[in-house]
């Protein structure tokens, strides 16, 4: 796996968090805007560029392809990156308290 716990990009966050449910192009797009509350909206050449880099790196797979629509799922690897980022994210969050408590020099 290629990420190994570096910063990912918010579209490679928000596309594999949208993929714990299989979806073909148009649903990811939706699914995205509505996953973060419409404050990321990605366009098809965004998220075609996203999901082409993230299969060459096997982080999704193509599930389905009927010849109109592909339908892509991430894979377990897929699924680790998320995990590992998803922390990475928290723990910067936390590390944000000295923003509410101020300085601790103590």
Same mark, same amino acid.
Request: charged residues 25%; glycine residues 12%.
């Given at each position: 796996?290629?990420?190994? @716990?570096?910063?990912? %990009?918010? &579209?490679?966050?928000?596309?594999?968090? %949208? #993929?714990? *449910?299989?979806?073909?192009?148009?649903? #990811?797009?939706?699914?995205?805007?509505?996953?973060?509350? !419409?404050?990321?909206? +990605? @366009?098809?050449? %965004? /998220?075609?560029?996203?999901? &082409? =880099? +993230?299969?060459?790196?096997? /982080?999704?797979?193509?599930?389905? *392809?009927? !010849? =109109? =629509?592909?339908?892509? &799922?991430?894979?377990?690897?897929?699924?680790?990156?998320?995990?590992?980022?998803?922390?990475?994210?928290?723990? +910067?969050?936390?590390?944000?308290? #000295? #923003?509410?408590?101020?300085? =601790?020099?103590?």
């Amino acid at each position: 796996m290629k990420q190994a @716990g570096g910063p990912m %990009t918010e &579209a490679m966050y928000y596309v594999l968090l %949208t #993929l714990m *449910n299989p979806s073909h192009g148009y649903q #990811l797009m939706q699914a995205i805007t509505e996953v973060s509350s !419409g404050r990321v909206k +990605m @366009g098809p050449g %965004t /998220l075609y560029g996203v999901l &082409a =880099r +993230m299969q060459k790196e096997g /982080l999704i797979v193509l599930a389905d *392809n009927d !010849g =109109r =629509r592909k339908t892509y &799922a991430i894979t377990a690897d897929g699924e680790q990156a998320l995990r590992q980022e998803y922390h990475r994210l928290v723990a +910067m969050i936390e590390d944000g308290v #000295l #923003l509410k408590e101020g300085d =601790r020099d103590a």
